[in-house]
Antibody
Framework: QVHLQESGPGLVKPSETLSLTCTVS????????WSWIRQPPGKGLEWIGYIHYSGSAKYNPSLKRRVTISVDTSKNQFSLKLSSVTTADTAVFYC?????????????WGQGALVTVS | QSVLTQPPSVSEAPRQRVTISCSGSSSSIGTNAVNWYQQLPGKAPKLLIYYNDLLSSGVSDRFSGSKSGTSASLAISGLQSEDEADYYC???????????FGGGTKLTVL
């Protein structure tokens, strides 16, 4: 059974960098595409970007200048860094694994991690 | 304002059928596949439908999806109280060069 778990600080100060890690169990990260999606409190979902185990990544243009997603195959983890955060970046951040046939179909999700910028 | 437009809320009685619409454009739904997610209160989203009309593994066949032109729909038949949730459509947008979600629709089972 595939399991994803987000971890990282729950509180980040404005102008600093938000960092989260997604640990994958029950599957090898050396397959598929892995994404980050966020959801501000009471609002809808926003795709942040994805990474492939090879290291290739694609980001939402609206966040591209501030986002870096990386992968560590030795730890079966991938990570998100979002720089220069403001209160508008407060959200629940989800990591997700795509179906093998398409990076854009999110088949497995982590439980989510609330990050507050304050 | 979301690129994909969904009604903010829908409601229907138990055992009835409800549809949730998702309206896009030629650069999003008109060209690319639509996926649907269910988000129960306080939970992570769950994949229901992918590639417009394919049922995700383990999902009840009471759920179905369709697409026509620049719009897509999610239908839920035999409504149950456990179906109360937020539902999101998603598709790639060629113009924005991004995966976009609808604003979400809150389903209330009366």
């Amino acid at each position: 059974q595939v399991h994803l778990q987000e971890s990282g600080p729950g509180l980040v100060k404005p102008s600093e960098t938000l960092s989260l890690t997604c640990t994958v169990s029950g599957d090898s990260i050396s397959s598929y595409y892995w994404s980050w999606i966020r959801q501000p409190p009471g609002k809808g979902l926003e795709w942040i970007g994805y990474i492939h185990y090879s290291g290739s990544a694609k980001y939402n243009p609206s966040l591209k200048r501030r986002v870096t997603i990386s992968v560590d195959t030795s730890k079966n983890q991938f990570s998100l860094k979002l720089s220069s955060v403001t209160t508008a970046d407060t959200a629940v951040f989800y990591c997700a694994r795509a179906r093998s046939s398409s990076w854009a179909v999110f088949e497995y999700w982590g439980q989510g991690a609330l990050v507050t910028v304050s | 304002q979301s690129v994909l437009t969904q009604p903010p809320s829908v409601s229907e009685a138990p055992r009835q059928r409800v549809t949730i619409s998702c309206s896009g454009s030629s650069s999003s739904i008109g060209t690319n596949a639509v996926n649907w997610y269910q988000q129960l209160p306080g939970k992570a989203p769950k994949l229901l439908i992918y590639y417009n009309d394919l049922l995700s593994s383990g999902v009840s066949d009471r759920f179905s999806g369709s697409k026509s032109g620049t719009s897509a729909s999610l239908a839920i038949s035999g409504l149950q109280s456990e179906d109360e949730a937020d539902y999101y459509c998603a598709a790639w947008d060629d113009s924005l060069n991004a995966l976009v979600f609808g604003g979400g629709t809150k389903l209330t089972v009366l």
